[in-house]
């Protein structure tokens, strides 16, 4: 009873800790948790994508804030401050944003703000301080998994205690799984992570010394061996796989093929941060990893370089790819940086990323300035080439390749979902009308398929259908590709028939038996379907003789009228469709 009593105390210590250390980052935490909630509840709320930013932007800013000010600041108005200018500028920002929709620029810029708050929440820590870069870094690894793992097991509790109320005691309102979610993925998830990270000022460190477990900077010996034993021996496999790739491979085509580029990525990211959990374990796999791996990080980089630069010269610049080559070239900083610089020193590339990003965000070097400048480069430079451009005018294209209609196509789509076209005079007789066709002469989804027809036809409905002379009329669905069945309770002159589908080799047929199974008629479907094929891509009302289809045989004779005939070719791939109505008369 005393062990768990204390545990309690020490857990509500520990959230009466947090709470008072970033107070204005729980205010806006407890704000998305309402928001959430708000949606959950009502389904709908006004301006929810605006006001999600901006209490994100200023949880991450009042976050940022807080440890700059326990690193360099003494005084309680310092961090008054800091507390008004984090809610401040999440207002700004919120007034900026409010009443627009959120375009591509302002979401990507708002994430790279974001991260570069979280590299200066991991980065201040260490500057001109006992503490090393890798240190604050492993202390916030450490503190995301364990709060996302206690979140996960108090999240499978919470739906367990849930679905045994709802099926044994009183029906639950489902969005309670959602409210539960809510709350511990918005609240209970960040305070707990926010406890776990170490108190670098003096003062803040007397007030966590009950509250907050010890060792939050160092690896536990679980963590090193699942970084020794499992991180390092996965990224060495990755990278024995990567360099065969690589040595296999290596041709010219090799270098555009769209794997290359998020794989050399996905294998930069991943030798940097197992380097910066690594950087302080002594065991041996340790030490080779940081002594081979930052040697290997640099020619990799460079593979990654080259490929996207080759993907420059056929797609342009893009501000997907300008982020790709910018973080090229900050890996490449990363290994060097980590050959031949101690590890304690290493929180170098914490800055060199921090201004990276900025630059990539800041007019006119940003990425959306400088692919916005490349891609309507691309687009005026083929229309002058055709001899599509008149001063500001546009003149529709007649014989165009089809690499040029692509880079039109590709440029002008970049331009338009950035929002773009606007800016330049000679694309005005586009933005006046919206008509791609009409603008440049050729189509904008144009596929370059050797085959594609497709064929819509279908009977005039003002037309009456005689029906004297004949036995019987039922709704029927014919196709080439699929089995109806015929239609049930065909019975005439007091004997019962059944109208079946039978196919021989590649043709179908529609088939009268009586009911000892003697052929009455037959009719071909394929030869219905072949009256149709050679019409050309039509979409066409036909008279009730076009739509009519005679099967004649000794016993009897089978009319069917279509009402609608669907034909669709795609790539040498068909597809046949109709439904209408067949009549039977028995001689």
Same mark, same amino acid.
Request: aromatic share 16%; proline share 3%.
């Given at each position: 009873m005393g062990k768990n009593s204390g545990a309690g105390s020490a857990s509500l210590k520990l959230i009466i800790y947090t709470i008072r250390r970033f107070p204005m980052t729980i205010v806006f935490l407890v704000s998305i948790m309402a928001l959430n909630a708000a949606v959950i509840t009502n389904d709908d709320v006004e301006h929810y994508s605006e006001l999600m930013l901006?209490?994100?932007?200023?949880?991450?800013?009042?976050?940022?804030?807080?440890?700059?000010?326990?690193?360099?600041?003494?005084?309680?108005?310092?961090? +008054? /401050? *800091? @507390? &008004? =200018?984090? %809610?401040?500028?999440?207002?700004?920002?919120?007034?900026?944003?409010?009443?627009?929709?959120? $375009?591509?620029?302002?979401?990507?810029?708002?994430?790279? +703000? /974001? *991260? @570069? &708050? =979280?590299? %200066?929440?991991?980065?201040?820590?260490?500057?001109?301080?006992?503490?090393?870069?890798?240190? $604050?870094?492993?202390?916030?690894?450490?503190?995301?998994? +364990?709060?996302?793992?206690?979140?996960?097991?108090?999240?499978?509790?919470?739906?367990?205690?849930?679905?045994?109320?709802?099926?044994?005691?009183?029906?639950?309102?489902?969005?309670?799984?959602?409210?539960?979610?809510?709350?511990?993925?918005?609240?209970?998830?960040?305070?707990?992570?926010?406890?776990?990270?170490?108190?670098?000022?003096?003062?803040?460190?007397?007030?966590?010394?009950?509250?907050?477990?010890?060792?939050?900077?160092?690896?536990?010996?679980?963590?090193?061996?699942?970084?020794?034993?499992?991180?390092?021996?996965?990224?060495?496999?990755?990278?024995?796989?990567?360099?065969?790739?690589?040595?296999?491979?290596?041709?010219?085509?090799?270098?555009?093929?769209?794997?290359?580029?998020?794989?050399?990525?996905?294998?930069?990211?991943?030798?940097?941060?197992?380097?910066?959990?690594?950087?302080?374990?002594?065991?041996?796999?340790?030490?080779?990893?940081?002594?081979?791996?930052?040697?290997?990080?640099?020619?990799?980089?460079?593979?990654?370089?080259?490929s996207s630069i080759l993907k420059i010269n056929e797609l342009g610049i893009t501000y997907g790819r300008y982020y790709v080559i910018l973080f090229g070239l900050f890996a490449t900083a990363c290994g060097v940086i980590f050959c031949i610089i101690p590890a304690a020193k290493i929180g170098v590339i914490a800055p060199i990323l921090l201004i990276m990003s900025a630059v990539s965000v800041i007019p006119p070097v940003d990425a959306f300035t400088v692919s916005r400048i490349n891609q309507a480069g691309r687009l005026k430079k083929a229309l002058e080439a055709n001899d599509m451009l008149e001063g500001n005018t546009i003149i529709p294209g007649k014989s165009l390749s089809s690499e040029d209609k692509q880079t039109i196509r590709s440029s002008l789509e970049y331009l338009r979902r950035l929002k773009d076209t606007g800016r330049y005079d000679w694309l005005a007789s586009y933005n006046e009308t919206d008509n791609f066709s009409k603008t440049f002469g050729f189509n904008e989804y144009e596929i370059n398929e050797p085959s594609a027809k497709y064929i819509s036809l279908s009977r005039d409905p003002n037309r009456m259908i005689p029906i004297s002379g004949l036995d019987y009329m039922g709704a029927i669905s014919l196709s080439l590709s699929a089995d109806y069945k015929g239609p049930e309770g065909l019975v005439i002159d007091n004997m019962n028939y059944s109208l079946e589908f039978e196919a021989d080799d590649e043709e179908r047929f529609m088939v009268l038996y009586d009911d000892e199974r003697n052929e009455i008629i037959r009719a071909s479907i394929n030869e219905f379907f072949k009256a149709y094929e050679d019409r050309g891509e039509d979409s066409d009302v036909l008279t009730l003789e076009e739509a009519s289809y005679t099967a004649v045989s000794n016993l009897a004779t089978m009319i069917f009228i279509a009402d609608q005939i669907n034909i669709n070719n795609w790539n040498g791939e068909s597809s046949y469709y109709a439904s209408g109505y067949v009549f039977i008369n028995l001689n």
């Open positions: 901006c209490f994100i932007l200023g949880a991450s800013l009042s976050a940022a804030l807080q440890i700059v000010w326990e690193r360099f600041f003494k005084s309680s108005m310092a961090r +008054i /401050l *800091f @507390m &008004l =200018f984090a %809610a401040v500028s999440s207002l700004v920002y919120l007034v900026i944003v409010f009443d627009t929709d959120i $375009s591509v620029k302002a979401s990507i810029r708002t994430i790279i +703000i /974001l *991260f @570069m &708050l =979280f590299i %200066a929440f991991i980065w201040v820590p260490s500057i001109k301080s006992r503490v090393t870069f890798y240190e $604050s870094f492993l202390a916030v690894f450490r503190a995301f998994f +364990i709060a996302v793992f206690f979140a996960g097991v108090i999240f499978l509790g919470v739906y367990l205690i849930i679905t045994a109320i709802d099926q044994l005691i009183a029906d639950v309102d489902e969005r309670a799984y959602l409210h539960a979610a809510n709350i511990i993925a918005i609240l209970y998830a960040p305070i707990h992570f926010l406890s776990l990270i170490p108190a670098y000022d003096k003062e803040v460190q007397e007030d966590a010394e009950e509250a907050q477990p010890s060792g939050t900077r160092h690896a536990s010996r679980f963590l090193e061996g699942l970084i020794s034993y499992v991180f390092i021996p996965v990224t060495s496999l990755f990278t024995v796989i990567l360099l065969l790739y690589i040595i296999i491979n290596i041709t010219g085509a090799f270098w555009k093929q769209s794997l290359l580029e998020p794989l050399l990525v996905s294998y930069s990211i991943t030798v940097i941060v197992v380097y910066l959990l690594s950087a302080n374990l002594q065991n041996v796999f340790a030490k080779y990893f940081r002594r081979i791996f930052p040697k290997v990080l640099v020619p990799v980089v460079l593979f990654q370089t080259i």
